[in-house]
């Protein structure tokens, strides 16, 4: 594909273009996706390993096995005090469809959805799938993309049924600090509209900040659903396991949708989800020493090489200004891929107002992120030292 073409693209279509463009270059290094590159613990592959050993699979109930949604439960109120049941949790096949089963239960043709910006597009396809309206909430570097009720309040309309917050973002690496969070959450209360909350890397925040969750807020409990899962907690995105918290008759609702199309989750992954859940945190730890290493090497590499960023306060991402090489972030993107063979993403694959920027992971193993950082570093600077001299 050229860079014409890739031109034409943005959003989802433009990220898979550039990672299947990436497939065909040899030895390149994909620093694009956000699933988790470490192994998922030996403890939950055994689950796994035991539940197909035990031969017979008897189908589980549509909103999960019994035993995973009570698992989950206790994990909302040890992690977060949120004082959930049973059944107010659904076990779905990975994030995604928890989101999209969110969207088709909550929305009305017409019903419009307060989004960040930028975000993972996905949410856009969910809310456009179930007939809502994304109207996009700006966020802004200068306050480390926490998203201000200030930025909500003048956009929320009759129509308003949703705001969607992504904590930490993707791809932004954003937190919704408290302060912010208790401001939405009156503004939820006072205009009556639900809150989603995606906080999938919630277990992934770095010091000194913290992960809040919505629904632990005074008051916020029956207004907000939470979307999260096992895959980058655990590793395990390849076992497709996520789960919806909501009220009991919201849970109800996406159950009818999930038994008319996906039905319940493979047994051999909720076996494994339920050995995750039951843990302790060891494992993630773990995997959170690992990621701070990493995100320390990429950010010192970025530094070097005089790419501008805003420290990621949560997640795998870094969300860095291109502009400083005289590029517009889709170019640069396929400059690095086409001459360092490193593959990061344009800031237009997650909205249409962030050409100057580019997502890049830390998904991949160290030795592999610094030789990344050496590839991409004569090419950044070739290109910021051409740009200063013009």
Known sequence: MTLDEIRTLDGTKLRYALMDLAKGIPDSIALGRGDPDLATPDFVVEAGKAALARGEQPL???????????????????????????????VTTGGQEGLFLVMSALLDPGDEILVPDPRYTSYDQAIAHAGGVS?????HPEDAFDLRAESIEPLITERTKALL?????????GIITREQAEKIAELSRKHGFVVISD????????????????????GMRDHTI????????????????????????????????????????ANV????????????????????????ERRELLGRGLREMGLDYTDPRGGFFFWADSSSTGLRALELSYLLLEEARVLVLPGTGFGERWGDYLRI??????????????????????????AGSD
Not at 63 to 88: F, S, Y
Request: aromatic share 6%; charged share 20%; net charge negative.
């Open 60 to 90: 589980q109930p549509v909103g999960g096995m019994p035993e995973l949604r009570a698992a989950i439960a206790r994990r909302a109120r040890g992690d977060h005090g949120i004082d959930v049941a049973p059944d107010e949790v659904l």
């Open 135 to 139: 109207v996009p909430v700006p966020t």
């Open 165 to 173: 917050l992504v904590t930490p973002s993707n791809p932004t690496g």
């Open 199 to 218: 906080e999938i890397y919630g277990k992934f925040v770095w010091p000194p900040h913290e992960h809040v969750s919505m629904a632990a807020l005074p």
């Open 226 to 265: 939470t979307l999260s899962g096992f895959s980058k907690a655990w590793a395990m995105t390849g076992w497709r396991v996520g789960y919806v918290i909501a009220p009991s008759d919201a849970i109800a609702a996406m159950e009818r949708v999930k038994a008319a199309t996906t039905g319940p989750v």
């Open 269 to 292: 992954s909720q076996a494994a989800a339920l050995a995750a859940a039951e843990a302790d945190d060891t494992c993630i730890d773990a995997f959170r020493e690992i990621y701070a």
């Open 361 to 386: 992971t830390t998904l991949q193993p160290t030795d592999t992120l610094r030789e990344a950082v050496e590839r991409m570093t004569p090419v950044m600077r070739r290109y910021a030292s051409a």
